[in-house]
């Protein structure tokens, strides 16, 4: 038990990172320091608060949720009281909202503690900030799942946009000497850099949002591969309700490729179906009369239009054209849902040159 609270009450989740974007504290404070172990400057911040003073942020339970693992926790607060110290600031009413700790404070209530050592922080002057203090403050700290990474960079997106926005607004962008713009607009660039992963492994953790709910929660299990699981987000929901059938029931362990196999199969299944019910209309239109009045509608040839627009489409994407910032996301997430289809569409055409 001794050995388990040196690992979880004392591991160092720094507070580096939350010092260098929120408030003024030296980057050698954690939140699992003693309340003796504090340098004497931020002494005078610490607050011992009843439970009922603190009020947990809105954020924490939209992103994290409101299932906490506490029990063992609890069972290490009961033995050897309340270590570490939760950060909060003070709102209105006389309470403190928690911008690190939840999960803590869950836990000393569960193990009955009544006092908490509450190191009180400079309130956030915008929503913006509030909700990057939060995150940045569990960032280290968490024991994620994917589903959570995602949202985690899900909201920092916004975040980050509502601030650009802000600053743009009022001025406030860092600029040189010379009154030139330096803050970048890039946005997911930003979230990159923030969580410390880069730009294609966040967007492949925003896709996880898109899927079902169903394999949302498989991959948040971790017991398949999250990565193979975005494979599914080209997937109708029929489709994907399909994938979720087909992994419960497989009997073998379902690794990475059989998933990635899996939905490819699915895939091509639906748009098999897509082509059957394409033949079975171009038909109709074959034997109804050959008519303006009929309504007759000539099947219409890819051929054309696909060297039209492939022509139009490499031009884009090789000359100089700007893509504004506020554009790059849905850019992102159309050039890689193109891609997919483009693959997929390949594959089919392979299929039918080999037979």
Known sequence: MARYAKQNLRRSSTMAMVAQRSEKYSSDITQDMNTDELPESQKVKLRFLRDQDLVDDPDNITVYGSEYQIDNLAEVMKEYGFQGVILAYPIE??????????????AA??????????????????EYERKRRLFGANLLER?????????????????????YEYKKENDLLDKDE???LIESGDIIKKVSAFMGLDVRTINKY?????LIP???????????SWTALTDAVTLSEQK???????????PESVTKAWIIKKCRELKQEEIKIDQENNKGQAVTQANAPKSKAAGYIKPKVATKKIKKYSSELTEVLKDEYVIPEKDLEQTIN???DLSKIISEKIEVLMNRFAN
Request: hydrophobic share 30%; net charge negative; proline share 5%.
């Open 334 to 336: 159309e050039l890689e």
């Open 143 to 163: 024991d994620k799942n994917p589903i959570i990474t995602a949202r985690v960079a899900d909201n920092l997106y916004y975040t980050f946009r509502d601030e």
């Open 206 to 210: 925003r896709t996880l949002l898109k």
């Open 93 to 106: 009413g006389g309470k403190y909202r928690i911008e690190s700790g939840h999960r803590r404070r869950l």
């Open 240 to 250: 994907q309700e399909e994938l979720v059938s087909d992994i419960l029931n497989e």
């Open 178 to 180: 010379d009154g030139n």
């Open 214 to 224: 169903k394999l949302q929660e498989m991959a948040a299990s971790k017991e398949y």
């Open 109 to 126: 209530r569960k193990a009955g503690i009544e006092t908490i050592p509450v190191l009180e922080t400079v309130p956030p002057k915008t």
